[in-house]
């Protein structure tokens, strides 16, 4: 083997990232360690006023994370005890683990095995007459997975009959479009996380909350500080949940590259889907009409019960890949008591079992992406 076939392909290389913008990053790090201002200030205003100039948006409030940034904008509706909240099983744990956190519960819906995302069909399903804890159901969080947003038309015409607040957890998605509106400006509010590994993050955690509502903004805006305006007179019983000021420095030298590197991003998708069709064994992302992938993630199914085997095969080759996410939220552990059975909502399990994220970032290069495709081809030609 020659020495770039010996070289590991990450699913994600983070690096790569800082080295192309290093100077701009080591100069926002340098102006906040400067200026002595750390909580809040004007790195953390200036950059919620240029999120929220590129959401379109009238209020954006920078928060700890995404889950605190899902967990403060149930408590900003006022859910809380003896409610529930429809969400997808197949997500990441913060969106039903928010719910349970504000002592609400999570009713678990299935998804539509094309997109991934929330199907309204489960939705309406758990609205029926009849169904446990429908009439305690106050709003629906749908995840926009791996880039990509949920049928939001049809999600809100069903919020819209029942009068439920839609949340959006748009963590993975930010600048992904559903007819030309950007995802978490659609329900009444949008939440958005941070973490490193999304398509804007910084080098630590951070959230963001936006919603075009006054009020709803005011009650975010006092959470993020134990409820308090001014400083020291509580109206509300919040937490301490800021957006750092390091962080906000650090995503708003990022926020002006965030469009080339979606493209890059798209490129390699595309690129993706042409070398991989006609693999028999996988199914590439489905892109719905009228929406933009935004791709945080790259996600396959692979069938015949291959999944691990091939996923393993990579491994041995040093390509990095990972499983969003083998077990649907309906039967963790942590759920138990809410009587869901293996069964219950088929295509989460289903996706749980073949799906298969592949590396994705918006450096990684043609040579890599032609191993990544030729081992997965070495696989199935085994
Ligand atoms: C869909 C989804 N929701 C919520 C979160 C929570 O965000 P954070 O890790 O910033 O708390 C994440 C990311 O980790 C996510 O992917």
């Given at each position: 083997m020659s020495e770039t076939q010996n070289q590991r392909i990450p699913i994600l290389d983070l690096r790569r990232q800082y080295q192309s913008i290093k100077s701009e990053i080591d100069q926002a790090i340098q102006r906040v360690v400067e200026s002595g201002r750390f909580i809040l200030g004007p790195e953390v205003e200036s950059f919620e006023a240029e999120i929220a100039a590129y959401l379109g948006v009238p209020h954006a409030i920078g928060v700890a994370s995404g889950t605190d940034a899902l967990l403060l904008a149930l408590k900003a509706l006022g859910i809380g005890p003896g409610d529930a909240v429809i969400v997808p099983s197949f997500t990441f744990f913060a969106t039903a683990g928010v719910v349970a956190n504000v002592g609400a519960t999570p009713i678990f819906a299935d998804i539509d095995p094309l997109t991934f995302n929330i199907s309204p069909a489960s939705i309406s399903a758990a609205l029926?007459?009849?169904?446990?804890r429908r009439e305690r159901v106050k709003a629906i969080i749908p995840v926009h997975l791996y880039g990509q947003m949920a049928d939001m038309d049809e999600i809100m015409a069903i919020a819209h009959k029942f009068g439920l607040y839609v949340v959006e957890d748009a963590a993975q998605a930010i600048g992904a479009e559903y007819n030309g509106k950007k995802a978490g400006?659609?329900?009444?509010i949008g939440c958005f996380s941070f973490?490193?590994?999304?398509?804007?993050?910084?080098?630590g955690d951070g959230g963001l909350v936006v919603t075009s509502d006054d009020e709803l903004a005011e009650r975010i805006r006092m959470l993020r500080v134990h409820g308090s305006k001014p400083k020291y007179y509580h109206h509300l019983v919040g937490t301490n949940s800021r957006l750092d000021a390091l962080q906000a420095a650090i995503l708003r030298a990022k926020l002006p590259h965030l469009a080339e590197w979606t493209r890059a991003r798209q490129r390699i998708a595309d690129r993706y889907d042409e070398l991989l069709?006609?693999?028999?064994?996988i199914r590439l992302p489905y892109r719905a009409p009228n929406r933009t992938h935004i791709f945080h993630q790259y996600t396959v199914r692979v069938l015949g019960g291959k999944r691990d085997a091939l996923r393993d095969h990579l491994a041995a080759q040093g390509i990095g890949t990972e499983v969003y996410y083998p077990l649907p939220l309906h039967l963790q552990p942590c759920f138990r008591h809410l009587g869901y059975r293996e069964g219950d909502l088929p295509e989460s399990e289903r996706a749980s079992r073949e799906v298969l994220s592949l590396p994705m970032f918006p450096e990684l290069t043609r040579e890599e992406q032609d191993r990544v495709v030729e081992a997965i081809r070495d696989f199935f030609e085994q």
């Open positions: 029926k007459a009849g169904t446990p400006t659609i329900g009444h973490f490193p590994t999304k398509n804007l993050g910084a080098y069709r006609g693999i028999k064994s």
